[in-house]
């Protein structure tokens, strides 16, 4: 059984690589160091899809080391241990080059067992991952590997090796292809940055085309058909799904509702109204605040509302709370002052409880102080009095500045007109 297309027709130099110019592009630092025929160890870090495989083989070939290839999900130390036996044989004379894949799946132990071979020079290491390998990634490997960032690949680049699939399917069955227009360009455009998908693709519509004679058809109808939701990269656990919450928030953050429609769809489309619930509730309350305290009644109405109807109808009492938060004033004055407090809380040595707080009304005989002395702001005019609430230590503290917003605004007027005093804090 031959294997893939997407594998037969990986390209067998840099400059037939797809995309990631950052990083192979002539004069470019990566490249620079391949070419020197030093391969240092190496962690190559990005989507699936995107060239880090073929790269690694291409590094391997270059360099005329012997390449064994790992995959973190199925991996042992037992596997590993076969690798390095390899360095002491005639194949391995050039030095041994370790591919290991989803290297985020090893565990400690196991990662910690290729330290020594990396360390003396047998093996030398790329591993490659999907995850941000600061978090996933053993530091004592991290500390021994330079980091290369893999990008999604853009359709214009992937366009070259789509046509590249159709010829070479074409050629292998000796038949013609015929192609409707817009063929290639929905299969760049609908594979999410990922080369390896896109030429799946280009192969299923080949294996599944109209033959008639010589000549193989290929609809921009079933195209469509077998690239349905194939544009979509999203991992729940992964990073980008914190990703997309994080533009999520910063769209709503920057007053931007079509932005903000955008990635709401996204986690949609990948049914996770969860995360997109929880993350509504939080943008209510640090990014509009006080400058409209009523969007966190409204998100939270919206969010049950979601839970009780599910998908597909959850998708528009969500997209209100979006457009809702995305549209109203924005402060987050609340989310400041409670950080400051905190930062003093674990910071610094605030003191006990001012005497007039303390729930507590009898005096031992030791008492310097006698009495709660607590004075009732009800009992006064405007319903305040001014008396001590801080501990002693920081008892000038300000943590709560006013936003500059309306609803904020008129508190700050209505704390002057009660103090009777224009030195608050503004």
């Not at 020594?116 to 591993?127: D, F, H, K, S």
């Not at 109203?328 to 007039?356: H, Q, W």
């Not at 500045?401 to 609803?407: A, E, L, M, Q, V």
């Amino acid at each position: 059984m031959p294997a893939p297309l997407a594998d037969r027709i990986r390209p067998a130099s840099l400059d037939d690589m797809v995309g990631q110019q950052h990083l192979f592009s002539k004069g470019c630092y990566l490249r620079r160091i391949i070419e020197s025929g030093n391969v240092p160890n190496m962690i190559f870090y990005g989507p699936p899809g995107v060239g880090k495989t073929t790269a690694a083989r291409i590094i391997s070939d270059r360099a005329g080391m012997k390449l064994h290839k790992l995959n973190g999900t199925s991996a042992g130390i037992a596997d590993i241990k076969e690798v390095i036996a390899d360095t002491n044989t005639f194949e391995g004379m050039n030095g041994v080059l370790l591919y290991l894949d989803e290297i985020q799946y090893l565990n400690k132990k196991q990662q910690q067992s290729l330290l020594e071979y990396i360390e003396n020079g047998q093996i030398t290491l790329i591993a490659s991952t999907t995850e941000n390998p600061y978090f996933y990634v053993y530091s004592a490997i991290l500390s021994r590997s330079a980091v290369f960032e893999f990008k999604p690949v853009t359709a214009a680049d992937i366009i070259p090796a789509c046509r590249r699939a159709f010829d070479i399917m074409a050629g292998e069955n000796n038949v013609t292809v015929d192609i409707e227009q817009g063929v290639i360009e929905h299969i760049a455009n609908g594979c999410g940055g990922d080369v390896r998908k896109s030429v799946s693709i280009c192969e299923l519509c080949f294996l599944g085309g109209e033959r008639s004679g010589d000549t193989v058809s290929v609809t921009l109808e079933e195209a469509k058909a077998l690239a349905h939701r194939s544009n979509m990269r999203y991992d729940r656990d992964g990073d980008e799904h914190y990703d997309l919450l994080s533009a999520l928030q910063k769209s709503i953050r920057g007053s931007d509702e079509n932005a903000a429609l955008h990635y709401a769809a996204r986690l949609m489309e990948a049914g996770d109204i969860i995360s997109l619930s929880r993350r509504l509730l939080v943008i209510a309350s640090e990014d509009i605040g006080l400058a409209y305290p009523m969007a966190a009644v409204i998100t939270k109405s919206c969010v049950d509302s979601a839970m009780q109807l599910g998908l597909p109808e959850a998708r528009i009492p969500l997209a209100e709370a979006v457009v809702l938060l995305a549209t109203s004033p924005k402060s987050n004055s609340a989310y400041m002052a409670i950080n400051e407090a905190l930062e003093d809380v674990r910071t610094k040595e605030c003191g006990t409880f001012p005497r007039a707080l303390q729930n507590k009304h009898y005096d031992g005989a030791d008492a310097k102080e006698k009495g709660q002395n607590y004075l009732y702001p009800h009992d006064y005019p405007g319903h305040w009095v001014k008396q001590q609430y801080l501990p002693d230590p920081i008892k000038d503290k300000v943590y709560y500045r006013f936003g500059d917003n309306k609803t904020e605004q008129a508190a700050l007027m209505y704390r002057k007109k009660v103090t009777g005093q224009d030195a608050v804090q503004s």
